[in-house]
């Protein structure tokens, strides 16, 4: 049977696309899950050996290891954003993906991954709380900047963190595509506006290397309410998904010869 | 459902590549295109057929092939693919590409991951992928899928590439140059895969290549750029007629070939070949044979190279191989 019509071709066309989304979707989720999941594993395990160690040996910790989760989760998804786009843009187009099924793909990802890491977050802090609290220590949160540690900061805590994680691939996305669209100088040069994303995801959330620079320039700024922060990081969220529609847009693969 | 062969149709493209800074006499800086990789290309590929795609290093092919299948877009004109009465603008297009298999010299594979992963990527989103055929060839062309592209040599990895373009059945099916790297064993299996899948499956198949005498068997229509246009877009036929050759002894060969523009000139002994342009005139098959000298089609390579010589070719360039 072979296609000749235009409804034949409408059909056609939207399952060559859904197939590529869905496809691109497994691919950066997948990819960040399974990273992910040896990530938290391992930072899970510390959290639990390290306080018992320690109090094994009669110490006591001030801060739990939990304490540069807030800056070191976001940048692994930030690095499987980039590294998975590397690993895929060429491959994608060449098997006949579009730039917009590449971009759906890497947007649902991301919700997936943010997610994913904003449960995994809340999950850490929960269990160090557990063994802190079974040591018998006091245990003050990180990382949940927009939350005060009432009942409510576990949710605000993972809408927030899957927010940013979702900025941070997106930011990789981003970063790769403007190399792979306009070569070295200029790719170079977008970095900064990615960077930028990076850095109000950073502020919006009230955590990571963004807010410890901003209140460092700026002193204390105060607290923002949870609801504020949240909606201004799906502003951010936004801006992300646009600049990852700009850089794509206009993708062009280059000679390999 | 398997679409129809789908062609392709070019008016007044032009693609430029970036931009340089230029000094003018009155030393004024400007800045201008830096290549014109097609300039004010019109052309049509006919769907169903193999058509090959020729020209010198430079000349826009790559440049021409990445059109069709969405690589690239162009900087001016109109790029129109599809089956007959349904031709669209492939860019963003997912009726096309999705139709539509460019295979390049590199195969486009991801590199840090086995072999088999990017075949699967490619089964994910190539409707009418074969995976049984992909298997097959792998299998003939030695290529062990669960190696990485990086520990694979450039006949590998071109073997990789031919095997996507294959497996993938994509209604336009097009090599740009993906059987550079092969062994010429490798390549002759390869173009009797392509009639053997293109008879079975019939499609567009568009392939270009340096190799012109090698591939030239395999052309139903050629195009042939230089410099960024179009010399020639005709059948096979059609510019096969262009011209004929002669073989036998060097003073018959001669005489036969007064007064005419002589094409290409090789001599071996006593025996001399040249290719000339045009058609034989009347009678003049029948004088060649009483002369002891045989008449053959045109030779595609030496209209290629008569086509595409320049004008201040040295002796290693061009007709006078």
Same mark, same amino acid.
């Given at each position: 049977?072979?296609?000749?019509?235009?409804?034949?071709?409408?059909?056609?066309?939207?399952?060559?696309?859904?197939?590529?989304?869905?496809?691109?979707?497994?691919?950066?989720?997948?990819?960040?899950?399974?990273?992910?999941?040896?990530?938290?594993?391992?930072?899970?395990?510390?959290?639990?050996?390290?306080?018992?160690?320690?109090?094994?040996?009669?110490?006591?910790?001030?801060?739990?290891?939990?304490?540069?989760?807030?800056?070191?989760?976001?940048?692994?998804?930030?690095?499987?954003?980039?590294?998975?786009?590397?690993?895929?843009?060429?491959?994608?187009?060449?098997?006949?993906?579009?730039?917009?099924?590449?971009?759906? $793909?890497?947007?649902? &990802? *991301?919700?997936?991954? =943010?997610? #994913?890491?904003?449960? %995994?977050?809340?999950?850490? /802090? @929960?269990?160090?709380?557990?063994?802190?609290?079974?040591?018998?220590?006091?245990?003050?949160?990180? $990382?949940?900047?927009? &939350? *005060?540690?009432?009942? =409510?900061? #576990?949710?605000?805590? %993972?809408?927030?963190?899957? /927010? @940013?994680?979702?900025?941070?691939?997106?930011?990789?996305?981003?970063?790769?595509?403007?190399?792979?669209?306009?070569?070295?100088?200029?790719?170079?040069?977008?970095?900064?506006?990615?960077?930028?994303?990076?850095?109000?995801?950073?502020?919006?959330?009230?955590?990571?290397?963004?807010?410890?620079?901003?209140?460092?320039?700026?002193?204390?700024?105060?607290?923002?309410?949870?609801?504020?922060?949240?909606?201004?990081?799906?502003?951010?969220?936004?801006?992300?998904?646009?600049?990852?529609?700009?850089?794509?847009?206009?993708?062009?693969?280059?000679?390999?010869? | 459902?398997?679409?129809?062969?789908?062609?392709?149709?070019?008016?007044?493209?032009?693609?430029?590549?970036?931009?340089?800074?230029?000094?003018?006499?009155?030393?004024?800086?400007?800045?201008?295109?830096?290549?014109?990789?097609?300039?004010?290309?019109?052309?049509?590929?006919?769907?169903?057929?193999?058509?090959?795609?020729?020209?010198?290093?430079?000349?826009?092919?790559?440049?021409?092939?990445?059109?069709?299948?969405?690589?690239?877009?162009?900087?001016?004109?109109?790029?129109?693919?599809?089956?007959?009465?349904?031709?669209?603008?492939?860019?963003?297009?997912?009726?096309?590409?999705?139709?539509?298999?460019?295979?390049?010299?590199?195969?486009?594979?991801?590199?840090?991951?086995?072999?088999?992963?990017?075949?699967?990527?490619?089964?994910?989103?190539?409707?009418?992928?074969?995976?049984?055929?992909?298997?097959?060839?792998?299998?003939?062309?030695?290529?062990?899928?669960?190696?990485?592209?990086?520990?694979?040599?450039?006949?590998?990895?071109?073997?990789?590439?031919?095997?996507?373009?294959?497996?993938?059945?994509?209604?336009?099916?097009?090599?740009?140059?993906?059987?550079?790297?092969?062994?010429?064993?490798?390549?002759?299996?390869?173009?009797?895969?392509?009639?053997?899948?293109?008879?079975?499956?019939?499609?567009?198949?568009?392939?270009?290549?340096?190799?012109?005498?090698?591939?030239?068997?395999?052309?139903?229509?050629?195009?042939?750029?230089?410099?960024?246009?179009?010399?020639?877009?005709?059948?096979?036929?059609?510019?096969?007629?262009?011209?004929?050759?002669?073989?036998?002894?060097?003073?018959?060969?001669?005489?036969?070939?007064?007064?005419?523009?002589?094409?290409?000139?090789?001599?071996?002994?006593?025996?001399?070949?040249?290719?000339?342009?045009?058609?034989?005139?009347?009678?003049?098959?029948?004088?060649?044979?009483?002369?002891?000298?045989?008449?053959?089609?045109?030779?595609?390579?030496?209209?290629?190279?008569?086509?595409?010589?320049?004008?201040?070719?040295?002796?290693?360039?061009?007709?006078?191989?």
């Amino acid at each position: 049977m072979t296609v000749a019509t235009w409804p034949d071709r409408d059909a056609f066309a939207a399952d060559a696309h859904h197939r590529a989304v869905r496809h691109v979707t497994r691919t950066f989720a997948g990819g960040t899950l399974i990273i992910g999941s040896w990530y938290w594993g391992v930072f899970l395990l510390i959290t639990v050996a390290v306080p018992l160690v320690v109090h094994a040996f009669g110490g006591v910790m001030d801060g739990g290891v939990a304490t540069g989760l807030e800056f070191s989760a976001r940048w692994y998804v930030f690095s499987m954003g980039a590294v998975l786009t590397v690993m895929t843009v060429v491959t994608h187009l060449a098997a006949g993906g579009t730039r917009r099924a590449l971009r759906s $793909g890497t947007l649902r &990802a *991301s919700g997936v991954a =943010g997610v #994913a890491n904003g449960i %995994a977050f809340v999950v850490v /802090l @929960v269990v160090e709380r557990a063994v802190f609290g079974a040591v018998g220590w006091g245990w003050e949160p990180v $990382g949940i900047g927009l &939350a *005060s540690f009432d009942g =409510g900061w #576990a949710v605000v805590t %993972a809408v927030s963190e899957a /927010l @940013v994680s979702a900025i941070y691939l997106l930011g990789g996305v981003a970063v790769v595509a403007g190399y792979q669209s306009h070569g070295l100088w200029r790719g170079t040069l977008l970095v900064v506006p990615a960077l930028l994303l990076l850095f109000l995801a950073d502020v919006t959330s009230r955590t990571g290397a963004g807010e410890a620079i901003l209140a460092g320039v700026a002193g204390d700024i105060g607290t923002t309410a949870p609801a504020v922060g949240l909606v201004a990081g799906a502003a951010v969220l936004a801006l992300a998904v646009g600049a990852v529609h700009l850089q794509l847009r206009d993708l062009r693969l280059r000679p390999t010869r | 459902m398997t679409p129809a062969p789908f062609g392709a149709r070019l008016d007044d493209v032009v693609v430029r590549f970036g931009k340089q800074r230029r000094m003018t006499a009155e030393g004024t800086t400007i800045k201008d295109d830096a290549t014109t990789a097609l300039d004010d290309v019109g052309l049509t590929v006919r769907p169903g057929v193999i058509t090959g795609v020729l020209g010198r290093n430079g000349a826009g092919k790559s440049t021409l092939l990445s059109l069709l299948a969405a690589f690239t877009r162009p900087t001016r004109g109109s790029v129109r693919v599809g089956p007959d009465g349904l031709m669209e603008d492939p860019w963003e297009n997912p009726w096309v590409t999705a139709n539509v298999q460019l295979v390049r010299e590199s195969g486009d594979l991801q590199d840090d991951e086995k072999v088999s992963e990017s075949l699967k990527y490619y089964a994910a989103l190539r409707p009418n992928w074969d995976a049984d055929l992909a298997e097959r060839l792998l299998d003939s062309f030695e290529v062990n899928p669960r190696k990485k592209p990086a520990a694979l040599s450039r006949g590998k990895r071109s073997a990789v590439g031919a095997t996507i373009g294959l497996a993938a059945r994509a209604p336009l099916t097009i090599f740009d140059e993906v059987y550079l790297g092969m062994d010429a064993p490798t390549r002759y299996a390869f173009y009797d895969e392509i009639l053997a899948d293109y008879a079975e499956h019939p499609r567009t198949i568009l392939l270009s290549s340096h190799l012109v005498e090698e591939v030239a068997r395999l052309f139903e229509d050629v195009i042939v750029l230089d410099r960024g246009r179009v010399l020639l877009a005709e059948t096979a036929e059609e510019m096969q007629s262009r011209g004929f050759s002669l073989t036998g002894p060097t003073a018959a060969v001669e005489r036969l070939t007064a007064g005419r523009r002589v094409l290409h000139r090789q001599q071996l002994g006593a025996t001399a070949q040249v290719t000339l342009e045009g058609a034989p005139r009347d009678g003049e098959a029948a004088e060649a044979r009483a002369a002891g000298v045989e008449m053959g089609v045109l030779p595609l390579q030496d209209l290629f190279v008569r086509l595409t010589q320049r004008p201040d070719a040295g002796p290693d360039e061009g007709a006078g191989r």
